[in-house]
């Protein structure tokens, strides 16, 4: 089990309970011995192609063989023809920034990481990807700039994602 | 289906509340409801518990507060729709008590956030979108999701940062005057722009805080209502909306590019249309609006959402401070999400708490005579919404009945 902070175990020790003071009030917290630490995970199957096609180097959007929706993320299934025939194509990547920000303040899992932009781009293809944008300088981004979506190794994780470059 | 009004009304001082537990402040608003109401806990039929939950130890939040609040046995349940929460708590009451099923339910918003610490909420609200695309490999957070609709808006119609930092003000001022808001300072211009950068081109002082806080509202049938209050205020409409989890999917019927919520425009219409109110120039239908400022892009866009005015002028009414109280819609005279607080699942019903007593011309006793906007149309709006326009809930309130057949 995760270790609990010193001065609850300094408190638990001399005073037989978990109590502390929250530090700005001064009011008394009951400090939860159990720890919950979660870890998800997914099931792949219906889009396993577009994990196979992030090793190849490409970026997969499928469309419904029947009525031409175009879905990006990918997804297996048509709700408006209720069927699960659709046709992989990979994106030839060239996109049109829409919007983007950067994330100063991160989330914890996200703490070791340089401050990131965000963009999201219309492609080529007419999907839209959200994606990271590396760029040198944030001055120059512009709006509608033109952007490249290719694959990339996202360190130090090492994982294969993809992200947005200019063009 | 049966008319249904608001006959009581509570709400819990909002802030970080150390000193309570979840049921505990429950009951804060709870049984400043049922004192409102002059009712019982055993008067009601039917608990419905907004509760976003995640950041709190109880997992089952209706049953922890109705046992405290001392409903028991009466039926209960949780409703989620992130931050609009307790709006789809109120939708859920209403279609209880209007289909006959029951006459009176208490409808509780409740959160308290701070039993989790200040990280584990970041990472919490970041992931309230589609999680495996936007989150697990881009780690977006909710100033980050509302950051990329202030850039559009800003490429769009020259938004500046400056005119963000009005919004911040004017709510900071309306809630310097309310003791039951977290925040009770106000602000300058100055103080907005100075503050840190929290997600490009949002600042520290352009986000709402995390809160603690409850609020409660008595829903009862037409007949019931008379016999409890002679000022009851009435549900004219509720429009209901969803959006796309993925932000990069939005634009499915109408085309904003991320500088308008397409959910809230639909809530909007669905709910005028209930209530016979026009979506152009809604505002001259109406005496006083709540809308979810979680942070200041998502007022400004909300103007525009609500037809308060046409797409991009929403900055026109911010430059001249046309939603101060006696401008043109009055809005978040409570203080709004920004500095009154925003404790997630109580959002929805702590708008509609400020709203009933703004239509009972009350709400001068809370938040001081310059904060109770004139009542001429007897019509107030609560726009609330989930996410970054996930969800959207749109409730009109009046102190007319519905007109016939739409209630």
Known sequence: MPELPENVKQNIREEGLPIVLEPKTRLPLYISVRELSLRYQFGTTKIQKFFEGLKEGRIYMTQCKKCGQKFFPPQGDCPICIESDVRWIPLNGEGELLTCTMILVKPPTYAHHDNYIVGIAKMKEGVRVLAWLKIDDPKKIKPKMKVRLETVKREPEQFITYEFTPI | ?407
């Open chain 2, 1 to 407: 289906m049966r008319d249904v009004a608001i006959v009581g009304v509570g709400h819990s001082k909002f802030g970080n509340r150390f000193d309570l537990r979840i049921d505990e402040l429950a009951w804060e608003a709870a049984s400043e409801a049922l004192k409102d109401a002059s009712l019982s806990a055993k008067d009601m039929e039917f608990v419905v518990v907004g509760c976003s939950g995640g950041w709190s130890a109880e997992s089952l939040p209706a049953v922890i507060c109705s046992e405290y609040c001392g409903t028991l046995p009466k039926g209960s349940m949780r409703v989620e729709a992130a931050c609009a929460t307790s709006s789809a708590a109120v939708a859920v009451a209403y279609n209880l008590v209007a289909s006959g099923y029951v006459d009176l339910v208490l409808t509780l918003g409740v959160e308290k956030m701070h039993e989790s610490p200040n990280p584990v909420q970041i990472e919490f609200i970041g992931r309230a979108g589609n999680y495996f695309w936007e989150f697990e490999n881009f780690g977006m957070t909710f100033p980050g999701y509302y950051a990329l609709h202030a850039t559009s808006y800003m490429w769009k119609h020259g938004l500046k940062e400056e005119d963000l930092a009005e919004i911040a003000v004017k709510n900071h001022h309306y809630a310097s005057k309310n003791p039951k808001a977290q925040f009770t300072k106000e602000i300058s211009v100055e103080t907005v722009m100075q503050s840190r950068y929290v997600a490009w081109p949002l600042k520290l002082f352009d986000c709402c805080p995390l809160t603690d806080g409850s609020a409660a509202l008595i829903l009862a049938a037409e007949d019931v209502a008379k016999k409890i209050t002679d000022t009851p205020v009435w549900i004219n409409g509720i429009g209901a909306a969803t959006g796309t989890g993925n932000l990069s999917r939005r634009d499915m019927h109408l085309k904003l590019e991320y500088s308008g919520l397409e959910s809230a425009v639909y809530a909007a219409k669905q709910a005028y249309k209930q209530a016979g109110i026009t979506y152009n120039n809604a505002a001259k239908h109406l005496d006083v609006a709540s809308v979810h400022d979680c942070f200041t892009i998502a007022e400004l866009m909300a103007y525009e959402d609500l037809g308060f005015c046409g797409r991009g002028e929403g900055l026109k009414l911010v430059r001249e401070k046309q939603t101060y109280n006696g401008g043109l819609i009055p809005v978040n005279l409570d203080g709004g999400l920004k500095a009154k607080g925003h404790p997630i699942g109580a959002t929805g019903t702590s708008m509609i708490y400020s709203l009933t007593k703004q239509l009972r011309q009350e709400y001068g006793k809370i938040g001081g005579k310059e904060a109770q906007a004139t009542i001429r149309k007897g019509r107030a709006v609560a726009h609330n919404i989930g996410g970054t326009g996930h969800y959207a809930y749109v409730t009109v309130l009046s102190l007319e009945k519905p007109q016939s057949g739409s209630g």
